[in-house]
């Protein structure tokens, strides 16, 4: 729980930084924008990854091997390993760093909408 607390508030502080670089000013409209362009990459991110690791592009990987390349070329591209071994990040980072980004800036935008 501590440490969940500890990446909201360095995900919060890094948007109002990236707020001031870009903006040179904080509005309410300006912190909703970039926390939904962030979260929203951070929730993309985590379910490439998932994607990635459940094995669903192993198929297609051997499948486009086997097209392109020559025969005798073949016995060494099939012994590479396939994508989802290759990814070895956890999809839980991301969606541990994306949903409360993305949670604040409903808040946000309700509290905007008032």
Same mark, same amino acid.
């Given at each position: 729980?501590?440490? =969940?607390?500890?990446? +909201? #508030? +360095?995900?919060?502080?890094? !948007?109002? *930084? ?13 912190? !909703?924008?970039?926390? %939904?362009? =962030?979260?929203?990459?951070?929730? %993309?991110?985590?379910?490439?990854? *998932? +994607?990635?690791?459940?094995? %669903? ?8 091997? &086997?097209?392109?390349?020559? &025969? ?14 290759? #990814?070895? =990040? ?8 994306? /949903?409360?980004? !993305?949670?604040?800036?409903? +808040?946000? *935008?309700? /509290?905007?909408? !008032?």
């Amino acid at each position: 729980m501590k440490r =969940i607390v500890i990446n +909201v #508030i +360095v995900s919060q502080l890094l !948007i109002i *930084l990236l707020l001031f670089v870009l903006n040179g000013e904080a509005t309410l409209l300006d912190y !909703i924008n970039v926390s %939904f362009n =962030i979260g929203s990459a951070l929730l %993309f991110m985590g379910l490439a990854v *998932l +994607v990635f690791q459940s094995g %669903f592009f192993d198929f297609f990987s051997t499948s486009m091997k &086997k097209v392109f390349y020559r &025969k005798h070329v073949q016995e060494d591209i099939m012994t590479m390993r396939p994508p989802s071994e290759v #990814i070895t =990040i956890k999809p839980n980072f991301f969606f541990r760093l994306g /949903v409360p980004v !993305i949670l604040l800036m409903l +808040v946000a *935008l309700l /509290v905007y909408s !008032i």
